[in-house]
């Protein structure tokens, strides 16, 4: 799944329900952060943390790209690649008989410069790696891809880029265009490139994050690989066989067990059995390929507009008249401000259950661990001052502003 979310932060929410839904195994997204970046947002930060995936970000150069990719999956980053151009991510992803390179890369259209370090950095990626998927945000706005000619002359830009790609025999999937205004000629700017024309199936072109003027990108990605789960299987406690548990421990002489012990013997003695036990009658679970939890703030109403907002945009896309894309707009809208009313009203609920029920607050901030580059003190603060000023609404009071 490709996406170009131009302000990541804002369309998260949205994001998260997204990957609900869809449940991709890799999350590339380009321009992350603000256009202004007032307050020096990192696209390692905290606040893109997306639980079931790990997040592989790039520098802070430009506007920002990241990697998301499912944390049972076998990936690390590709140090040498992303060591040469800034706005970019790489990741190897690692199997048994092959590894695959993976690349998101974004370029800023009012910089022609760095094309020449792009083309440099394709053939680069493409000579160290097999196996190779690269997507990205690269601004060749006059570029007609089914013919792989530009109205630019040889030394442009765009025609140097395009002689890069036949160089290298990379092929370009996408074939529809990827970002449209009511105001502005539709253009294909989000690329997906590959090594093989065969490699990128079912490619879906879905409605925008919010209301960026960039589409969704949905697309298999052909590859042999075996998927090698690091993550553990838990205890399901609810399933257990209860009646044969307690006649176990009932049937046990507690006072032989424990003789001629001394107090720590007697515990580790009591936690061998009760461990013991749990093996015998407590079946475990380990979650599926795929699996992904629902957002706790997730309503009803909410994925009904998402739903709905997928529905519009692919009746404009089978239609493209103006009048389709106008009932987009204001589905789309609409959408956006369900998502946000369900995780406002979510926070609402469990700041004023701050005191009795501690146990909800905590779980809403998730495990601070789960981030490759920290903790979410950051959301934490921020989550905490929200908390801070409703604590001192009272429930009619809230009722009223409603």
Not at 13 to 18: K, P
Not at 129 to 140: K, Y
Not at 146 to 168: A, M, P, V
Not at 194 to 222: A, Q, R
Request: charged share 25%.
């Amino acid at each position: 799944m490709y996406t170009n979310a131009d302000q990541l932060q804002n369309k998260l929410d949205e994001l998260r329900l997204q990957l609900s839904i869809v449940s991709p195994d890799f999350v590339f997204v380009t321009e992350v952060l603000p256009k202004y970046n007032f307050d020096n947002i990192s696209c390692s930060s905290t606040l893109y943390h997306i639980d079931g995936y790990s997040a592989f970000p790039g520098t802070d150069l430009g506007r920002g790209v990241i990697i998301y990719a499912k944390t049972e999956l076998n990936v690390s980053p590709n140090t040498t690649l992303n060591s040469f151009y800034g706005d970019a991510s790489w990741i190897d992803w690692i199997s048994d008989s092959k590894t695959i390179t993976l690349g998101c890369i974004y370029r800023s259209p009012s910089n022609t410069r760095n094309c020449d370090e792009i083309n440099h950095l394709l053939n680069m990626a493409v000579g160290l790696a097999e196996n190779l998927l690269i997507t990205g945000d690269f601004n060749m706005k006059d570029i007609d891809w089914d013919t792989y000619t530009t109205t630019h002359g040889e030394d442009h830009h765009e025609s140097l880029f395009i002689e890069c790609l036949r160089d290298n025999f990379l092929f370009q999937h996408v074939n529809q265009f990827t970002r449209c205004r009511n105001d502005q000629s539709k253009n294909i700017l989000d690329l997906i490139l590959s090594k093989d024309e065969n490699d990128i199936v079912n490619l879906e072109y879905l409605p925008s994050l919010g209301c960026s003027d960039h589409v969704t990108l949905l697309f298999d990605f052909l590859c042999d690989f075996k998927i090698i789960c690091t993550g553990a299987s838990s205890y399901q406690y609810r399933k257990c066989d209860l009646i044969r548990f307690t006649e176990e421990w009932e049937t046990t002489n507690w006072q032989e067990y424990f003789q001629h012990s001394d107090a720590n013997s007697m515990w580790e003695s009591f936690v061998c059995k009760f461990r013991a036990s749990v093996e015998k009658f407590v079946p475990k679970f380990k979650p599926k390929s795929g699996h992904m939890k629902k957002p706790l703030w997730m309503t009803q109403d909410s994925l009904r507009f998402i739903k709905g907002k997928r529905h519009a945009w692919n009746k404009y896309m089978a239609t493209k008249r103006t009048a389709d894309f106008g009932t987009y707009k204001v589905v789309r809208n609409a959408a956006n401000e369900c998502v946000k009313k369900s995780k406002k009203n979510y926070e609402r609920t469990i700041s004023l259950k701050a005191k009795s029920e501690p146990k909800q607050f905590w779980r809403s901030l998730c495990h601070p661990e789960k981030f490759q580059k920290g903790g979410k003190m950051q959301e934490y603060r921020q989550f905490s001052r929200r908390v801070t000023k409703l604590s001192h609404v009272t429930t009619d009071q809230l009722v009223s502003h409603q």
